[in-house]
């Protein structure tokens, strides 16, 4: 079957030097190991970004997704629906999914982020359960920014052959979002840890970190959403032991209220004296490796994080970790809206001192490998069973995979 793949993803083809997050971050990944896939991203489709997407406010990057949509969409629709499958890596970003259904092209769509879920978290302090606001179907009564998580998510969840989400919460959220949802239709598919760096060469950790010090590491966007006020309100409560403590805040800000969600993080960091408190910017490559693999701790306050691949880099670099508890929840799960609590499991983890690492395992990356190969494995699944349903003229479903 000569099957063309058509992947739409709104992040993909920007530099490393720009903080888009977790989205890119797997387009990168699979682009890098599907070559022969056809990449439809901003550039390739011609589209004119004026700013930078982490610059933009919220209306102006819902105009974004808007001219993303549309090109997208067309791009699609001049291909053979049954001589491909369109693989969606955005969901608000994405294209017209009822529109392509439709006209017979089967979709895939890869679930970073339950969007209904972080709007009311966000946005609603989860005040109203997203299950309950997910229900709401006065669309056209909407503002186009709002139509963007509500509308988009549900006629993608319905719309779409397969949704594929990283992790059993994820899963169980759509299912209370959209009952009506087959539960066969939502695949899980674990990222693993897909970063890919050479080794470390001398000058690429750039700071001078002694031997003895005990370091402390988060790494992520600066937006609210990721909770690094959390960590920065705990440390004036950790214990030392005597040791120096040095805390390594890496990453930059990056879309809605990122600046200003900056600058109160530094007023913050100012205030604390009992430990160096140290702001990278954003690191990629072979400098964010250095970084991991000197770190002991690495704390991921986040309060919502449909996956966590930073800790999964964490975990493969051998930091012991303490996290929130979200969905990509690992090691030492504390409530990080606690202060106190956060500072005690800080406290514990450096009375043990500098983590001894062997590092042998650190950049393998099986299990993102596992979930690509299981991911292309799908999609031509899913296009052999929309060909032999359109040349029997059967109504019968696809054969659904196995949920992993």
Same mark, same amino acid.
Request: hydrophobic share 40%.
């Given at each position: ?13 920007? =530099? ?7 989205? @890119? ?48 969409? *067309?791009?699609?629709? @001049?291909?053979? =629906? ?28 890869? %679930? ?5 879920? %972080? ?14 606001? +997910? @229900? ?13 998580? %509500? ?17 059993? =919460? ?22 693993? *840890? ?75 960091? +100012?205030?604390?004296? *009992? ?22 701790? %690495? ?6 994080? +449909? ?80 060909? *032999? ?11 659904? =995979?196995?949920?992993?």
């Amino acid at each position: 079957m000569n099957l063309e793949v058509v992947y739409t993803a709104a992040h993909a083809h920007f =530099p490393d030097t720009e903080p888009l997050g977790g989205g @890119k971050a797997v387009a990168d990944y699979l682009i890098r190991h599907h070559p022969d896939w056809s990449v439809l991203s901003p550039q390739s489709v011609g589209l004119s970004v004026a700013q930078p997407l982490t610059e933009m406010s919220e209306f102006a990057y819902a105009r974004f997704c808007r001219q993303f949509e549309r090109a997208t969409t *067309n791009e699609s629709l @001049k291909r053979d =629906p049954q001589r491909c499958v369109v693989l969606c890596n955005d969901i608000s970003e994405g294209p017209n999914f009822s529109v392509l259904d439709e006209r017979g092209y089967a979709v895939v769509t890869i %679930f970073h982020v339950d969007v209904v879920e %972080f709007f009311c978290k966000m946005y609603l302090k989860d005040f109203v359960p997203s299950h309950w606001l +997910s @229900k709401l179907r006065l669309f056209s009564a909407m503002p186009d920014v709002l139509r963007l998580v %509500f509308e988009k998510q549900h006629d993608c969840v319905r719309h779409s052959a397969r949704i594929v989400v990283p992790s059993e =919460p994820m899963w169980a959220s759509i299912l209370r979002c959209y009952p009506w949802c087959d539960p066969q239709k939502i695949v899980v598919l674990p990222w693993g *840890n897909i970063a890919e760096h050479d080794a470390i060469l001398p000058g690429d950790a750039p700071y001078s970190i002694a031997d003895d010090e005990f370091v402390i590491m988060t790494l992520s966007r600066l937006s609210p959403e990721k909770g690094i006020e959390r960590l920065l309100a705990a440390l004036p409560h950790v214990e030392t032991h005597g040791r120096k403590l040095r805390v390594f805040i890496c990453g930059a800000p990056a879309f809605m209220k990122g600046r200003r969600y900056e600058r109160r993080l530094r007023r913050m960091a +100012s205030r604390v004296t *009992n430990v160096c408190v140290e702001f990278t910017g954003h690191v990629t490559g072979r400098q964010k490796t250095a970084l991991l693999r000197r770190a002991d701790l %690495f704390v991921s306050p986040s309060r919502h994080e +449909s996956y966590g691949l930073t800790i999964a880099e964490a975990q493969a670099a051998g930091c012991r970790i303490i996290s929130h508890s979200h969905y990509g929840a690992a090691g030492t799960v504390v409530d990080c809206a606690r202060p106190r609590k956060l500072a005690q499991a800080i406290s514990s983890a450096a009375s043990c001192g500098p983590t001894v690492k062997t590092h042998a395992e650190e950049c393998t990356c099986d299990k993102a490998q596992e979930t690509s190969r299981k991911l292309a494995e799908l999609l031509l699944d899913v296009a052999k069973g929309r060909w *032999n349903h359109h040349q029997a003229g059967s109504v019968a479903p696809f054969a659904a =995979p196995e949920k992993h």
